[in-house]
């Protein structure tokens, strides 16, 4: 699997860029994807559609955008560009907004930047780490801190220390939840499906989040996690015990007969970790 630091070169990096709007942000990052010889123009072009199509969903934390768009013929290989803006832009998101950061992802397929995305996830979760990119004075300085990522998976975010201790004590040795009262798998192994639009990027983020919670509460035996689109998720639903994605996705989705819920910041095990204990009601 890829790096984080294999796909975002020093030259997919811009800091302190003036865009008036969104769609010029993503434009910039989509640039440095054409300039890195990691897609065409014409895959710039999807990932705004992506919005204009399923809304702005691609907001997945507070100030932080990841353009993305399905793999298609447009992306020449997997890559990532890094667009820090001078002045925050609105996407339109209801609780997310204004945005002061834009990742753009080109992915070949499904699978070969899951390593990464969980690596970015870790990165941005951590405040003192968030901050330095955000302070990073060059894009050789802010690859450094890529590089040097040496955030333990396990380790948990300081604004969620008192519910990671209530987790680790709700393990399912001693506070196993019932079984859902929504079409699951029996007494078998759980799954949750974590849903975006094309169910090669942000889908990814929730998952590896998703996932540091259920280490945490040790129930990695009791549920399996993954990432897909909404065409997919629709199909899937069955298979599941429940569904997590964003507002907008949310409303996409519609009934599929399992409980969705919804998470604003995509990085915070807070949230999710508060959303897996209403859902199993721990």
């Given at each position: 699997?890829?790096?984080l630091s294999d796909l975002i070169p020093v030259e997919a990096i811009r800091l302190d860029v003036a865009?008036?709007?969104?769609?010029?942000a993503v434009r910039t990052a989509g640039d440095l994807l054409v300039s890195t010889d990691v897609s065409t123009d014409t895959y710039t072009e999807e990932m705004l559609r992506n919005v204009e199509e399923n809304g702005p969903y691609i907001v997945i934390a507070p100030g932080f955008a990841f353009a993305h768009a399905r793999p298609s013929p447009a992306v020449r290989r997997t890559g990532m560009s890094w667009v820090r803006l001078s002045t925050p832009v609105n996407f339109g998101h209801e609780t997310n907004d204004p945005v002061h950061l834009v990742v753009a992802l080109a992915a070949e397929d499904a699978g070969a930047h899951t390593q990464a995305m969980g690596a970015l996830a870790r990165l941005l979760a951590d405040p003192d780490t968030s901050a330095a990119l955000d302070h990073a004075p060059t894009p050789e300085a802010l690859r450094?801190?890529?590089?040097?990522?040496?955030?333990p998976e396990s380790e948990p975010e300081p604004e969620s220390e008192s519910a990671a201790a209530a987790a680790a004590a709700a393990t399912p040795s001693d506070a196993a939840p019932e079984q859902p009262a929504a079409k699951g798998s029996g007494h078998g192994m759980?799954?949750?499906l974590t849903v975006c639009g094309n169910g090669v990027g942000t889908s990814l983020f929730l998952k590896s989040t998703l996932d540091k919670v259920l280490d945490r509460w040790k129930w990695g035996r009791y549920i399996t996690t993954e990432a897909t689109d909404t065409i997919s998720a629709k199909g899937k639903a069955s298979e599941a015990v429940a569904i997590m994605t964003s507002r907008e996705i949310a409303r996409t989705l519609g009934d599929v007969g399992v409980p969705v819920r919804v998470i604003e910041d995509f990085t915070s095990t807070k949230e999710v970790d508060a959303a897996m204990r209403d859902l199993y009601d721990v």
């Open positions: 699997m890829s790096e865009a008036p709007d969104w769609q010029s450094q801190i890529l590089v040097g990522d040496t955030t759980h799954k949750i």
